[in-house]
């Protein structure tokens, strides 16, 4: 089925995170290995375009699966400059685009034509085809895809793309800076596009460019990646019942890994079995901004917080082995500010055991309503947009850009 320039707004539905079924095997192909060299084929008098890094600019922990390019992170996605009359992109579901429902959970993506966004849409179908420009004259157009919603429920692949023999797709330009972004619901994007505080969670209202983590990169002229998970922490997910630890839904455990989904790449491949390749994106800065969700489990006793920093001390040690000559700005705050003694208390441990002085702490301003509320008492665009111009004005002052 094929889609044309059009927007789709759903509201949202579903707050409890259940895995989903995708009735799939369990052998895991392997992964195609790129090459240095652009992977083109001719089919049918058309040029067969696969979104290898030599064609286009893979945005964020991406992995190429028989001549598909698989996202699941937010903000994960593709960039490349596209040069002829007409451009059609096909992406490939995941199981949630199998399960009977009405869209909830699929992933959302946005496509963008220089700039502006053209498509918005969930992938409720096993495969979707965009016509995403056309012209009567050929003309190079900058075009992006970007995964809005998040890992864990759902992700979505890009197909090779068709093009005419005379036509050309090449990697959009490098940006001047690189960030990478660890965090939560916050920095997916959460509930942004629903500003009612009682609705609960829907994929279809998350957009991570609306969140502080994308706004500070734009913000930048950097290029990004992200790992982010609704109601992760460090020690603990959120939890209801601060007698009751969630252990499981913790982000180091898949801080080296191409993400965590209830679903599987290419029908067969969890995300969280494929290790990340840190030679592919080397950031100048790393922010971490996790602790919301482990506050609902410490809820400021003493032990529970002394095990948060002392374990987010560990968790910093493997962010500096990966990432051995990016400054860290460890953050917190702008759902509450509780935990932020238990963040400089971590920095403080690490910098101690290590004498790493490339780290930094920052707390970010508590919501207080004067600006909204979107989801689940999320953060607003606008409360976003403020977070931002605090953490890219830090990071201008630290790193003297």
């Given at each position: 089925?094929?889609?044309?320039f059009?927007h789709?707004?759903?509201?949202?539905?579903?707050f409890?995170v259940?895995?989903?079924?995708?009735?799939?095997?369990?052998?895991?192909?392997?992964p195609?290995e790129?090459t240095?060299?652009?992977?083109v084929?001719?089919?049918?008098?058309?040029r067969?375009?696969?979104?290898?890094?030599?064609?286009?600019?893979?945005?964020g922990?991406?992995q190429l699966?028989?001549?598909?390019l698989?996202?699941?992170?937010?903000?994960?996605?593709?960039d490349?400059?596209?040069?002829g009359?007409?451009?059609?992109?096909?992406?490939k579901?995941?199981?949630?685009s199998?399960?009977?429902?009405?869209?909830?959970?699929?992933?959302?993506?946005?496509?963008?034509?220089d700039?502006e966004?053209?498509?918005?849409?969930?992938?409720?179908?096993?495969?979707?085809?965009?016509?995403?420009?056309?012209?009567?004259?050929?003309?190079?157009?900058?075009?992006?895809?970007?995964?809005?919603?998040?890992?864990?429920m759902?992700?979505?692949?890009?197909?090779?793309?068709?093009?005419?023999p005379?036509?050309?797709?090449?990697?959009?330009?490098?940006?001047s800076?690189?960030?990478?972004?660890?965090?939560?619901?916050?920095?997916?994007?959460?509930?942004?596009?629903?500003?009612?505080?009682?609705?609960?969670?829907?994929?279809s209202?998350?957009?991570v460019?609306k969140?502080?983590a994308?706004?500070?990169?734009?913000?930048?002229?950097?290029?990004?990646?992200?790992?982010?998970i609704?109601?992760y922490?460090?020690?603990?997910g959120w939890?209801?019942?601060?007698?009751?630890k969630?252990?499981?839904?913790?982000?180091?455990?898949?801080?080296?890994?191409?993400g965590f989904?209830y679903?599987?790449?290419?029908?067969m491949?969890?995300p969280s079995?494929?290790?990340?390749d840190?030679s592919?994106f080397v950031?100048?800065v790393?922010?971490?901004?996790l602790?919301?969700?482990?506050?609902?489990?410490?809820?400021?006793?003493?032990?529970?917080q002394k095990?948060?920093?002392?374990?987010?001390?560990?968790?910093l040690?493997?962010?500096?082995?990966?990432?051995?000559?990016?400054?860290?700005?460890c953050?917190?705050?702008?759902?509450?500010?509780?935990?932020?003694?238990?963040?400089e208390d971590?920095?403080?441990?690490?910098?101690d055991?290590?004498?790493?002085k490339?780290?930094?702490t920052?707390?970010?301003?508590?919501?207080?309503?004067?600006?909204g509320?979107?989801?689940?008492?999320?953060?607003t665009?606008a409360?976003?947009?403020?977070?931002?111009?605090?953490?890219?004005a830090?990071i201008?002052?630290?790193?003297g850009?």
């Amino acid at each position: 089925m094929k889609k044309t320039f059009k927007h789709i707004c759903r509201t949202a539905a579903l707050f409890c995170v259940l895995p989903l079924l995708c009735g799939c095997g369990s052998d895991s192909p392997a992964p195609a290995e790129e090459t240095e060299t652009s992977i083109v084929t001719e089919v049918n008098g058309m040029r067969k375009i696969i979104a290898d890094s030599s064609n286009v600019k893979q945005l964020g922990r991406t992995q190429l699966i028989d001549e598909t390019l698989w996202l699941a992170f937010s903000g994960t996605g593709a960039d490349f400059d596209y040069t002829g009359k007409k451009l059609d992109i096909t992406l490939k579901g995941d199981g949630s685009s199998l399960l009977p429902k009405d869209g909830e959970n699929c992933a959302r993506v946005a496509i963008y034509v220089d700039g502006e966004r053209v498509i918005d849409d969930m992938i409720d179908k096993p495969e979707e085809n965009y016509t995403v420009f056309e012209s009567d004259e050929a003309k190079t157009v900058n075009v992006k895809i970007v995964k809005l919603s998040e890992t864990a429920m759902s992700t979505f692949g890009i197909k090779p793309i068709e093009i005419q023999p005379d036509e050309t797709i090449v990697p959009a330009a490098e940006r001047s800076h690189k960030i990478e972004f660890v965090g939560d619901s916050i920095t997916c994007g959460y509930g942004v596009d629903d500003e009612v505080a009682e609705h609960p969670f829907h994929t279809s209202t998350e957009d991570v460019t609306k969140a502080y983590a994308y706004k500070t990169a734009q913000a930048l002229d950097a290029d990004y990646s992200m790992v982010s998970i609704s109601g992760y922490g460090i020690i603990s997910g959120w939890t209801a019942n601060p007698n009751n630890k969630v252990p499981n839904q913790t982000i180091p455990q898949y801080y080296t890994k191409l993400g965590f989904s209830y679903q599987k790449f290419a029908s067969m491949t969890p995300p969280s079995s494929l290790e990340w390749d840190f030679s592919k994106f080397v950031p100048e800065v790393v922010v971490v901004n996790l602790g919301t969700n482990d506050d609902s489990y410490v809820q400021g006793n003493a032990e529970k917080q002394k095990e948060y920093s002392e374990t987010y001390a560990e968790f910093l040690k493997v962010i500096r082995e990966k990432n051995p000559d990016a400054e860290i700005f460890c953050t917190l705050g702008i759902m509450g500010q509780r935990l932020f003694p238990g963040v400089e208390d971590a920095v403080k441990l690490y910098t101690d055991a290590t004498g790493d002085k490339k780290i930094h702490t920052f707390m970010f301003d508590a919501q207080d309503g004067s600006l909204g509320y979107a989801a689940d008492w999320h953060p607003t665009a606008a409360t976003h947009d403020k977070a931002s111009e605090a953490l890219a004005a830090e990071i201008k002052s630290v790193m003297g850009w």
